[in-house]
């Protein structure tokens, strides 16, 4: 069974922490995307990367940062994290002649 | 560009019952399609897919839907809603598989 898996389902931060969201494939994917969700907006592209050490910016990169060191991790950074990034986030994957697979997401609360 | 537009954020339906969840799409090129699901405190699961080959699309659940490249449209149906249809359902378009945008979402309830 193929599988996206993200580091913590919960995750509670105060204002001005360093943050970090990790996420996980299994499937030999070339493309890993990282959104945010928040009622009434639908899903926010972040960040996407289509290969190791690639990244392009999506529609709300201010304030965030990825990494990708491996092919099968991608990691959404929150530098200095701030109340307004209250939020679902979640990772993809995909290959690149196919659908996106979402992990289970992130429900960060920054205090 | 591309875009995808959801009519209705909330739609209710009794069980048993005809679904329809409207989806209209803008791309500059043939489109690839999608219909996900998300029950609560998940993340999205796929229902369906279109690919340019049959119009007309089944997926998983008893849901399918309809290509129309004149309307613009990738409307999702179910003949007969069931109570576990309850979910938040969202449409989504890509022209190439590298980049994937989604429409607001429209939450399905279900009435006994």
């Known amino acids: 069974d193929v599988k996206v898996t993200q580091s913590s389902r919960y995750l509670v931060k105060r204002t001005g922490e360093k943050v970090f969201l990790e996420c996980v494939q299994d499937?030999?994917?070339?493309?890993m995307f990282w959104y945010r969700q928040d009622p009434g907006l639908g899903l926010r592209l972040i960040y996407f990367?289509?290969?190791?050490?690639?990244?392009e910016k999506g529609d709300i990169p201010e304030g965030y940062s990825v990494s990708r060191e491996k092919k099968e991790r991608f990691s959404l950074i929150l530098e200095s994290a701030s109340t307004n990034q209250t939020s679902m986030y979640l990772c993809?994957?995909?290959?690149?002649?196919?659908?996106?697979?979402f992990g289970p997401g992130t429900r960060l609360t920054v205090l | 560009a591309q875009s995808v537009t959801q009519l209705g954020s909330h739609v209710s339906v009794s069980e048993g019952a005809l679904v329809l969840l409207r989806c209209n799409y803008s791309?500059?090129?043939?489109?690839?399609l999608f219909w996900y699901v998300q029950y609560p405190n998940q993340g999205l699961q796929l229902l369906l897919k279109?690919?340019?080959?049959?119009?007309l699309v089944k997926g998983i659940n008893g849901f399918e839907a309809e290509f129309k490249k004149s309307e613009t449209s990738f409307h999702l149906t179910k003949p007969s809603a069931h109570m576990s249809d309850a979910a938040e359902y969202f449409c989504?378009?890509?022209?190439?598989?590298?980049?994937?945008?989604f429409g607001s979402g429209t939450k399905l309830n279900v009435k006994p």
């Open positions: 791309s500059s090129v043939p489109p690839y």
């Open positions: 993809a994957s995909s290959s690149r002649e196919s659908e996106q697979f």
């Open positions: 990367s289509y290969d190791v050490k690639m990244k």
């Open positions: 499937m030999d994917h070339e493309n």
């Open positions: 989504a378009v890509s022209e190439n598989f590298n980049k994937f945008y």
């Open positions: 279109y690919t340019s080959a049959a119009t």
